[in-house]
């Protein structure tokens, strides 16, 4: 039996962790699929207060994981397969081995949605992004692609033209999901070119190993071409890692864990943090502050009930 179980090891994930820690709890941390959360995944980080130089996103996570079991937590990997959250204490299976805890924190995430490229998940972090409010600075003076027809893609590509000498929207259809607005905003700015009914077959690192041109496909013509580029964004949108908790947790069309205040869920005792929730902001230090507020709400939870 756990006081606390969080599941998930990013940013979100971690904070709690140490929280929940220094409390006392003794938390137990699910690792989950994605190991780190997204910043595992990321090169340098130099938002992250604290560190006027930058930091590497694995070293991160790493330092974060260290100092929560330097407080006594204990982190195991895996993910959760299923969970009932019926009555209490929980159930959640890791793999195959069930546990039992009075509260929950969900700090699972939520993965970027990839196309599927060749060298798409070699290039990640050299040139292959899916954040351009983490990684647009490092483009600065370059040029910039842009996948995705919603209004996630023109935010990101009107937020890119501050850096990038030229952004290239690119999507698969002649028509955008996006809102009015966003595209209007877009059409707007002299910065942005557009490349409708086009796919993209593969992103290249030529000779320096990183991103230095896509190949892209006319989807009405077929003409097929080579584009020197120096970074790729997608903005095709996120999946939110709720899966195990469908039907229990009030969740909302897209999967994302609906609140009901602060880091509350629908079930007395779960908790949310980070990117399972968060659909706006998913930023490293966003994800940590919802982390803490998770933990103290957990640590209050069980200081009420005696424990």
């Known amino acids: 039996m756990r006081n606390v179980i969080i599941i ?11 929280y929940t820690a220094r409390a006392g709890l ?18 340098e980080v130099e938002n992250f207060p604290g560190f006027p130089e930058g930091i590497m996103g694995p070293q991160l996570v790493e330092n974060m994981k260290q100092q929560a079991i ?25 793999d195959d081995e069930w546990h039992e805890c009075r509260t929950l924190i969900v700090a ?6 990839w196309l599927g490229l060749p060298n798409e998940q070699k290039l990640i972090g050299h040139g292959v992004s899916s954040c351009a409010t983490c990684d647009g600075f490092f483009y600065r003076g370059k040029k910039i692609i842009v996948i995705g027809g919603g209004d996630s893609a023109m935010e990101e590509a009107n937020f890119l ?24 905003r877009c059409k707007a700015n002299p910065k942005i070119k557009w490349l409708t009914n086009t796919v993209v077959e593969d992103v290249l690192d030529i000779e320096k190993g990183y991103v230095e041109a896509v190949k892209l496909k006319n989807t009405k013509t077929g003409e097929a071409w080579t584009q020197a580029v120096d970074g790729f964004f997608l903005a095709i949108g996120h999946i939110p890692n709720t899966q195990p908790f469908v039907g ?3 969740l909302d069309e897209d999967g994302y864990i609906i609140s ?48």
Request: hydrophobic letters at 35%; proline letters at 2%; glycine letters at 12%.
């Open 161 to 184: 033209t501050r850096f990038g000498d030229e952004v290239t929207l690119v999507h698969r259809r002649e028509e955008f999901r996006a809102s009015k607005i966003m595209l209007d």
């Open 108 to 113: 699972s995430g939520a993965s970027a949605r």
């Open 26 to 43: 003794a938390p137990l941390v699910i690792a989950g699929h994605e190991p780190g959360g997204q910043l595992s995944i990321t090169t």
């Open 8 to 18: 998930g090891s990013g940013c979100a994930g971690n904070t709690a962790a140490i």
């Open 248 to 250: 229990q947790l009030d």
């Open 260 to 307: 009901h205040g602060g880091a509350r869920t629908n079930i007395t005792g779960v908790f949310h943090a980070g990117d399972v929730e968060d659909r706006i902001y998913r930023q490293a230090i966003t994800a940590s502050g919802a982390g803490c507020k998770a933990a103290i709400e957990a640590e209050r939870f069980l200081e009420a009930e005696g424990h």
């Open 70 to 94: 330097r407080f006594g937590a204990e982190y195991v990997s895996g993910k959760v397969e299923e969970a009932d959250l019926s009555k209490r204490p929980f159930s959640l299976k890791i």
